[in-house]
């Protein structure tokens, strides 16, 4: 469904109506943050999970402008304002950010996120005042406009801002098809799908210096093991289990031959500016704008 062709508004349409349905529910469940996960990230201990990667790999925020990029129910953003980061996050879902503005007024910040809620293509942001621009499984929702939303991003980046990101991947032909044989329906929304190599070689033009590190392979098994995906409220023997799975893929994915099984990616590196990422020559380096068809 992600390979065909349909109007920006209308997959803008289409996202913000599934994820303000997903914010409309998880808050009638009374969904919040938990300390012990702002406490989790404040010291990122456990390297083999992707998002305490991801902040151990980000060290010191303290007084760093972020942009969290489709910041959902503001989680990241929380977390990296409690440690003391200046958070700007754009999400599209007007029912996400407005959860998201609620959680952040209850976690009694001393500077909270400020809320921006738009397509990132039309949001109103500062230029060149980001020292980091942040983003958690967002990529993969714009696919219709890759360059034009990383255009967007090179704008509002400080020269040489860190890019880091984390992605689900489908970096071998036909992986993602045997998934898709089996019983259990991926979930998302009608315009996503992971990044294919195409996109990796897209986003190297605006990230010169990418780096890829593979996540989740065995670990794929964790959505059976952590229930609502919470380590922090799962008993003993399951977060030692998960901590398995995640060691072990960290070890075999960290292996060259094996690396492109990994499902998710962190994708990190320094957004270079916007005139030099459009100029013909490195355009045509980056080959075709969309992905290989059918890969
Ligand atoms: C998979 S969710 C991730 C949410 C959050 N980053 C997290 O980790 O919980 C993807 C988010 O991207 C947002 N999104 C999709 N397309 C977008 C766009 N063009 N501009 C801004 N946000 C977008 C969706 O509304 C959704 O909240």
């Not at 929380?78 to 996050?89: D, E, P, Q």
């Amino acid at each position: 469904m992600a390979d065909q062709a349909r109007h920006p508004e209308e997959i803008h349409r289409s996202e913000a109506a599934y994820f303000d349905a997903q914010a409309a529910t998880l808050e009638r469940a009374g969904w919040r943050l938990d300390p012990a996960v702002v406490a989790r990230y404040l010291r990122p201990a456990r390297f083999w999970f992707n998002k305490e990667y991801r902040f151990r790999r980000l060290g010191e925020v303290r007084g760093l402008r972020i942009l969290d990029v489709g910041c959902g129910l503001g989680d990241n953003a929380i977390l990296l304002a409690s440690h003391g980061a200046r958070v700007t996050a754009v999400d599209l879902s007007p029912r996400s950010v407005e959860l998201a503005r609620r959680r952040a007024a209850r976690a009694g910040l001393a500077e909270p996120p400020e809320f921006v809620c738009a397509p990132l293509e039309r949001a109103d942001l500062p230029e060149a005042a980001f020292d980091v621009i942040w983003g958690d499984g967002v990529l993969h929702h714009v696919l219709h406009d890759l360059d034009g939303v990383l255009r967007c991003l090179a704008r509002a980046a400080r020269r040489d801002a860190r890019f880091l990101f984390s992605e689900p991947v489908d970096r071998v032909p036909g992986l993602r098809r045997l998934r898709l044989l089996l019983p259990v329906p991926p979930d998302g929304t009608p315009d996503e799908r992971p990044l294919r190599e195409a996109e990796l070689r897209r986003i190297r033009r605006w990230v010169p210096d990418l780096r890829v590190r593979p996540f989740s392979f065995a670990g794929r098994l964790n959505r059976f093991l952590l229930p609502g995906g919470a380590y922090e409220s799962a008993g003993a023997l399951r977060r030692a289990a998960a901590d398995g799975l995640c060691l072990a893929d960290w070890i075999a994915l960290g292996v060259p031959g094996l690396a492109r099984l990994g499902g998710m990616a962190v994708l990190e590196g320094h957004l270079r500016d916007a005139a030099r990422a459009a100029s013909p020559r490195v355009l045509a380096d980056a080959g075709p704008a969309q992905a290989d068809a059918g890969v």
